[in-house]
């Protein structure tokens, strides 16, 4: 018999230890309570597994989870059991013998929530298993990568509309952190959902500080942040390419950090061990591609790093979201350059995707581009691109703490077009700047470009400073690129009246981000008010040992959320430990008795 509104809270307060609901997690779930498709828009951390597991226990009926990857399967499964929620997945990492015992378990009702990704479900074999059970919800996690307008494609995920035409009457919950209104309305067409109730959840991380610098080093930059901000702590390093997310974990091992790789081209024992050791250790740093990214679970990942220029906001958004689940203070810290953007651009072009979708993905960089060149509020530009009012200012960005300014470069960029049109705009950035620096090179000499007019006019600025000016020329749409093999630079109509001098070209300041490096720990970001940092440790220290003898992350016994707010409440016996944020009834059965124990020992030394 299905459960009531009052019955929904005990479980939440039972088996999650929270005493109420986040954002809109309250409405999505009475949605889907009453039978309605559901899209849920919430941002990473906020809470979107709640709204299908805490149904799953009051619907009568088995609840599906499409989910992308398996080790995010094994984590969910894992972290419900510490719930006490009985859960199962079927992937391809069970043999016949652990696939059957999973599809019992379900038939019998023991279990009520099945995992499975988008290429199992869709088998005809799990359909007809599926069929035979009473299914009363299928959740579609990571529901972007069903859009043709997602920053993730996955075929099979576009196919899972086939789910509608066999389980009719089933309610479907889609979610995702991030989608902007033309990517909601394709999801919603994707899935055939049937009028849904659509839910928008804030899309503001404000614990997540936002910081964007240029490319001048970028390990000693990369150094330079962690040390001063992030010393022994958790957190994600991303890269664009395989070659170079193995180059910069060799880099930082070399510097003394606890760092290793992850990309789809490591062996599965690397990746897997890899993954083993990020679940588990403290002050481990993961330096990957975006292959490791819907799979992480993890709260207290203090930082996320970018190297290189993400695709989309919507792909910089998840990444970045990815930091500081536990909404504790964290950062989200990127480099970039004009290589970026080329490369990018290239890599576009290259492919046999379809035009429109081309076109969309150019947009997509440009706006990417343009959170990078804003001197306005980062927090502010986010939440405008998803649709969200916000405040000018959140003084909790790199442009509202260190404001840059703007200067007059219209004889620079006057300098700029006319060497891209004396040489035919028909060359790609580095041989323009040779142009404009008098390079003595064989190829300037071979083209008689040492003939022009323009030839040794920009020898004042460093090829740095023209490569700045060319990429903000570029994302302001001065100067397009006009052949992607060649790289080749070309002029647009908005140039013409900064020629004529009818116009003044302004772009911002350089600031550089060089400075010494303190290889003192540095403070956490991370302030506590409790004043109990002893406490804590030790808190700390025997969940470890705990989550050690069990074989799960430490995260899955208690959160750092949890265990600062046992050093607030500091707890005497089960009943106020109840009282403590996460800890419900099971976990209270589970550990209560040793970490009550551990803090009267505190008290009393």
């Not at 009052?6 to 088996?15: F, M, N, R, Y």
């Not at 839910?199 to 997540?208: C, G």
């Not at 979708?357 to 804003?374: D, F, I, P, T, V």
Request: hydrophobic share 35%; proline share 3%.
């Amino acid at each position: 018999m299905q459960k009531s509104k009052s019955d929904i809270h005990e479980l939440l307060k039972s088996h999650f230890g929270y005493d109420g609901f986040r954002l809109n997690q309250q409405a999505i779930i009475e949605s889907i309570m009453s039978g309605q498709d559901t899209l849920a828009i919430m941002p990473t951390g906020g809470g979107k597994s709640i709204c299908y597991q805490l149904p799953a226990l009051a619907l009568d009926g088995v609840t599906v989870v499409i989910s992308p990857l398996i080790s995010l399967m094994q984590d969910q499964v894992t972290g419900l059991s510490e719930n006490g929620i009985e859960a199962v997945y079927l992937n391809s990492s069970l043999n016949f013998d652990e696939r059957k015992q999973a599809q019992e378990k379900l038939e019998s009702g023991q279990a009520k929530i099945v995992y499975m990704a988008p290429e199992g479900v869709l088998n005809p074999n799990q359909v007809s298993f599926l069929r035979e059970l009473d299914v009363a919800l299928f959740a579609i996690d990571e529901a972007h990568c069903v859009s043709q307008w997602g920053h993730e494609f996955r075929q099979d995920y576009r196919r899972l509309f086939e789910l509608r035409e066999v389980f009719p009457k089933v309610p479907f919950l889609a979610l995702t952190a991030t989608a902007d209104e033309k990517t909601r309305d394709d999801i919603c067409a994707q899935l055939r959902l049937n009028k849904p109730n659509i839910f928008i959840s804030s899309f503001d991380r404000a614990n997540i500080r936002y910081s964007i610098q240029e490319r001048e080093s970028e390990i000693v930059q990369l150094e330079q942040f962690i040390r001063a901000n992030h010393q022994d702590q958790c957190g994600i390093v991303y890269c664009l390419s395989r070659k170079k997310v193995e180059k910069v974990a060799t880099e930082l091992q070399r510097l003394g950090f606890n760092a290793v790789p992850y990309h789809a081209g490591l062996p599965k024992r690397t990746r897997e061990r890899n993954q083993r050791r990020f679940d588990v250790e403290e002050n481990l740093i993961v330096v990957a591609t975006i292959a490791f990214g819907m799979g992480i679970d993890r709260p207290d990942v203090r930082f996320v790093a970018h190297l290189d220029l993400p695709k989309s906001i919507e792909g910089y958004y998840q990444e970045t979201g990815r930091a500081g689940r536990d909404g504790e203070a964290s950062q989200a810290w990127m480099i970039y350059g004009l290589a970026d953007v080329v490369k990018l651009s290239q890599m576009l072009e290259q492919t046999d995707a379809d035009p429109k979708y081309k076109k969309h993905a150019r947009e997509k960089l440009n706006q990417m581009l343009g959170l990078c060149e804003s001197l306005t509020c980062r927090r502010h530009y986010l939440l405008d691109y998803f649709g969200e009012d916000s405040p000018k200012e959140c003084g909790n960005c790199d442009a509202c703490l260190e404001p840059q300014d703007q200067w007059d470069a219209t004889k620079e960029g006057q300098m700029l077009f006319s060497a891209i049109y004396r040489t035919g705009q028909s060359f790609g950035a580095g041989h323009v700047i040779d142009v404009l620096r008098g390079s003595k090179s064989a190829k300037i000499k071979e083209r008689r470009h040492d003939q022009l007019s323009v030839y040794g006019i920009g020898q004042s600025l460093s090829k740095t400073d023209w490569n700045r000016i060319i990429r903000q020329c570029l994302t302001l749409g001065y100067i397009r690129i006009t052949d992607w093999d060649y790289r080749s630079l070309g002029l647009t109509e908005l140039c013409r009246p900064i020629l004529r001098g009818e116009d003044t070209l302004m772009l911002k300041k350089m600031k550089s981000s060089m400075k010494a490096i303190n290889r003192k720990k540095a403070p956490s970001t991370v302030h506590l008010d409790h004043g109990e940092d002893d406490l804590f440790a030790r808190l700390r220290a025997l969940r470890l040992e705990l989550a050690k003898e069990k074989g799960i992350p430490p995260y899955m016994i208690f959160s750092d959320k949890s265990l600062h707010d046992m050093c607030a409440i500091k707890p005497e016996n089960s009943d106020q430990m109840l009282m403590v944020h996460g800890v419900g009834q099971s976990k209270l059965d589970a550990y209560g008795s040793k970490f009550l124990d551990e803090i009267k020992q505190g008290a009393s030394s």
